[in-house]
Nanobody, 121 residues
Framework: QVQLVESGGGLVQPGGSLRLSCAASGRPFMIYMMDWYRQAPGQQRDLVASSTKDGSTYYADSVKGRFTISRDIAKNTVYLQMNSLKPEDTAVYYC???????????????WGQGTQVTVSS
C-alpha cells in the first residue's frame, strides 16, 4: 500500500560524504516519523537518526555532528546526509516510515529495501 525506495549508497573513502534518499509512494497517506537505521554484518539493526512530523530530530551519539536527517514534505522523501564517514559506518542502511493511510485511523511502519554503505580506503 506504501512503497519505499532507497538510493544513494555506495563505496566511499574515510572522510568522504554520501547522501541517502528514501521516497515514499502509494495510496494517499500522511507521514509521521521518518527514521534511518543501519545494520552491520552480525549486528542488530540500530536507529541512526529520526525526524518527527513537527521537525524534531534525534541522532545516535555515534553520528552526532556528522549526519543530518531532513525531509522534503512535497516529495514524501527523507534524506540522510552523511559527512566525515568512518569505516565503522559501514552497514546496510534502512529507512523506516510511520504512515497513516487516508481514511484509516491506524498507523503502520514500512521499511525500505536497504542500501549498502561501505567506507574503506
Amino acid at each position: 500500500q506504501v512503497q519505499l525506495v532507497e538510493s544513494g549508497g555506495g563505496l566511499v573513502q574515510p572522510g568522504g560524504s554520501l547522501r541517502l534518499s528514501c521516497a515514499a509512494s502509494g495510496r494517499p497517506f500522511m507521514i509521521y516519523m521518518m527514521d534511518w537505521y543501519r545494520q552491520a554484518p552480525g549486528q542488530q539493526r540500530d536507529l541512526v537518526a529520526s525526524s518527527t512530523k513537527d521537525g524534531s530530530t534525534y541522532y545516535a551519539d555515534s553520528v552526532k555532528g556528522r549526519f543530518t536527517i531532513s525531509r522534503d514534505i512535497a516529495k514524501n522523501t527523507v534524506y540522510l546526509q552523511m559527512n566525515s564517514l568512518k569505516p565503522e559506518d559501514t552497514a546496510v542502511y534502512y529507512c523506516n516510515v510511520e504512515v497513516r493511510l487516508i481514511g484509516q485511523a491506524r498507523r503502520d511502519n514500512y521499511w525500505g529495501q536497504g542500501t549498502q554503505v561501505t567506507v574503506s580506503s
